[in-house]
């Protein structure tokens, strides 16, 4: 009777079997090989329109780049979510990996919209012409 007790207060193995987790992980793999794909495209399609529009400021071309880099960044900070979820071998792990991965991309999220505000307001500056006194 001791025993069967103390099982009913044991916390349940809720273990992810090393079968989903493969088909998680080439999930993210094709996921990552379409994405790769669709981000040279934007590079391509980026540059025709950078070269075509010679009368787009320079600092609007600038801050454009540099978003387009942080969204890079940040979908690549997804995919490794994405890999280390799907190699966690339990819940515990599963929802540490998540919680980490959240305050890490509010620091990141929040260095980029300062970077991207300044970068703004230096265009507006620039943009503003320039009194005679």
Request: aromatic fraction near 14%; hydrophobic fraction near 40%; avoid cysteine.
């Given at each position: 009777m001791?025993?069967?007790s103390s099982l009913m207060f044991e916390k349940p193995s809720m273990e992810i079997p090393d079968a989903v987790r493969d088909v998680a992980e080439r999930n993210v793999a094709q996921t990552r090989a379409a994405y790769g794909q669709f981000m040279e495209m934007a590079?391509?399609?980026q540059e025709m329109m950078t070269k075509s529009q010679g009368a787009?400021?320079?600092s609007a071309i600038?801050?454009?780049a540099r978003a387009m880099g942080f969204a890079e960044q940040n979908i690549e900070a997804n995919?490794?979510?994405a890999t280390e979820l799907a190699r966690a071998r339990d819940l515990k792990e599963?929802?540490?990996i998540q919680?980490?991965?959240a305050q890490s991309q509010m620091q990141a999220y929040t260095h980029q919209a300062q970077e991207l505000g300044r970068m703004m307001t230096e265009a507006a500056q620039k943009a503003q012409p320039k009194s005679k006194i």
């Open positions: 001791r025993q069967r590079r391509k399609a787009m400021a320079t600038e801050v454009q995919f490794k979510l599963f929802f540490d919680t980490r991965h």
